[in-house]
C-alpha cells in the first residue's frame, strides 16, 4: 500500500506526477482505492492534490466506490481548504447517492464554495455540481439556476462560459420534462 502513496509524492503542485498510473492500478485492484482514499488527508500538500485527482477520476468509473466514504467527504475532506482538493472533491460531491438532509448539506457547502473560493477552478466545478446535482434533486433546480445568474454577473470569464452553457443545459431538461409530460 504505500508503493501507491509513494506514487503520489512526486512533483510539486503544478504536477499530476503518476496519477494516471495511480488510476491505473486502483482500476486494477479495487483494494488500493481506501489507501489512495486517504491519502488526500496526508500532511503534503502535493500528495493530498494527487490523491484528491486519482480518486475523482477512479469515480467516474466506479462512482459506487465513493459511497462508503460519503460521511467523510462530506464532513471531513470538504474541510480542507487546499483548492487544488477543493476543486476535485466538488466533480466527487454529485457522484454520492444522498439521502436525506444531506443533499442540503452539500448544496450549501458547493454554494459557499462557488461564492467565496479565491479559485475560479473551484467556483466552475461547484456550479457544474450543483447543476449536475439539479438534475437529480429537480426541487434545487430554481435555486441552482438564480445562483448560476448571480455568479455569472459578477464572475470571470471562464464562470460567464460555462454558467452560459449550464443555464442552457439546465433550461433545455426542462423543456424535454414539459414535453415528456404532454406525450
Known sequence: MSNII????????????????????ILQDNALFEAVFNAISNEDAGVRMRASDAIEK????????????????????????????RWHVAQMLPRLALEGNEIA?????????????KSNIVKVNSL???????????????FVKTKIEELMVIGSAAIRS?????LKTLNTQKHRNINLRLS
Not at 128 to 142: F, G, I, R
Not at 162 to 166: A, T, V, Y
Open 6 to 25: 509513494d506514487k503520489l509524492k512526486s512533483g510539486d503542485l503544478r504536477s499530476i506526477g503518476k496519477v494516471k498510473e495511480v488510476v491505473e492500478n
Open 58 to 85: 477512479v469515480s467516474r468509473v466506479c462512482p459506487q466506490n465513493l459511497q462508503p466514504f460519503k460521511h467523510e467527504i462530506i464532513h471531513v475532506i470538504s474541510k480542507i481548504e487546499q483548492q487544488e482538493v
Open 128 to 142: 457544474q455540481s450543483l447543476a449536475d446535482l439539479a438534475e437529480t434533486y429537480v426541487e434545487y433546480k430554481p
Open 105 to 117: 448539506q452539500v448544496v450549501n457547502l458547493l454554494t459557499s464554495w462557488a461564492d467565496n473560493s
Open 162 to 166: 460555462r454558467g452560459k452553457k449550464l
